[in-house]
């Protein structure tokens, strides 16, 4: 189960370094900053989840293994996108770009809103599920927020379509089938319910209630 | 008194929620996004306040009423501004919405500068009058700066007339008054002189020095 | 030697107050702005630390002369700039402001790293050098992060030549001769490194590989 979760959380920091070093690349910063919006991305909403939990020092502190595969995965990027800077300058012609972005950003979101709900049930004792459920949907946000303001954008929490509400509803969907079926059940379906939700609100433009 | 200051939390609450849902209304975020800066303004004083104390996991994660609250009264403004969005169009002329903005900024700021007071005085033994002042302003500026950091404008509290000063003279005297005439009548008097100075220095446009 | 640690972060205290304080003046902030931009620099590195390393509160709330030192460096920095405005509006000729930012923040960037390693090795049993390098650099440039973010400014961090990297450089430095020829020659050949790193790294404009 620990080696499951694992590698569901190597692969969510992959995912979420990969939109924080893509993001600094369009913001032409140099390797340097590419590494750490990157590592930043892909450990800001751990961080914050560990420290409302009072788990001091945060496991991407205690543990090099996450920073440095958010370094692996950023360093490669840039490295990729040095050598085919078409990669980039194609974009708006076909998309291929903002769809890595998007897939990448959303698997970071579905993972974490789950591996968070896993690691809050493994430090608070009482079954809380609205508690669960906050420390999921701020470890599934969180890396994606920072990310956005420390390169000044406005968050996506507060302006893409369908966000936070996936992280949610997977949330709450991990929550249910962990007490029912299983903690392994709970992982997978709470991870497949945000990002197909995520993705079909991205692909056909849901759109929430809005004042014009 | 824990009741007396429980309903203050949750008027704080509904006051800060107002401010962040209003901003993310004028922002023309969609009703998540206003929910979600609703609720981010309502709690993240507290938050940070509960973290620098070590208070894990923080009060607002632990009981769900708060977010709760937060997020019937962002709904609620929603839902009052789609029916009649006159209120928003109309304002340049009549001032009516930024008197609405002061008011709920002003009351949030007062009420989280004495309950933060009130909170840092129950998790820490020794009596440190600077440190109860600053858990205080942090508390009742905390939620207004992430709200603005989160919408992109640069935080009020290095912008706006007499902000932080309010809170840390409304801080002051409600420690005094706390070790002289008592616990509620430290909240009460804090929180009025807050209020006051804010609402005076706003109305008549009080500027501290600035270089030109 | 805790002496000789007090006295390097009452330096890096106002080393780095002058930075946020003069971007507060810079940005036509009032004093009270100025005061907050400039404290919140100076100890907010320290604040993520000792949330991050469990400390709570955190030095700078519980020992208020940090704080102190702050407030009296940014009031006496609008005063000097008050009576003498043109010091800011030559800026642009004699290039004399750039240079004492750079410095400000450069003096704090390497203090804070070596003092974050040093309470990092207080609070934590193991030897953990990944650990000490992460809350050294998080130190290092935690409250420069924490000012131009505040500022509406992408952070320093991200954008400037050669900056993490020279924190970095100093950990790793600082690290090193603890373990060999200890904590004293730590503190200050890390210092120097990093100082050094990033001074050159200015002065000559080194840029690291960026993609355009």
Partial sequence: MDIFTFILEIIGTVAFASSGAMLAIEKKMDIFGVNILGATTAVGGGIMRDVILGVTPP?????????????????????????????????????????????????????FTVVGIQTASRHVTD???FFFLFIGVLTGVGG??????????????????????????????????????????????GLIVTVVIRALAAHFHWNLLRIH
């Avoid at 194609?90 to 972005?101: A, H, L, R, W």
């Avoid at 379509?161 to 997977?170: L, P, R, T």
């Fill in 127 to 129: 079954d809380n599920a």
């Fill in 144 to 189: 994606g927020v920072i990310r956005d303001i420390m390169a000044s954008e406005t968050p996506y929490i507060l302006v893409r379509e369908v966000y936070a509400s996936a992280s949610i509803a997977g949330g709450i969907v991990c929550i249910v089938c962990r007490s029912t079926i299983g903690e392994a059940a709970g992982l997978v379906l």
């Fill in 59 to 111: 496991t991407a502190f205690a543990q090099p293994v996450y920073i440095l595969f958010a370094i692996i995965t950023s360093t490669l990027l840039f490295a990729i996108v040095y050598t085919n800077p078409d990669i980039i300058h194609s974009k708006i012609k076909n998309k291929f770009y903002d769809k890595v972005m998007l897939w990448c950003d959303t698997v970071g979101l579905g993972i």
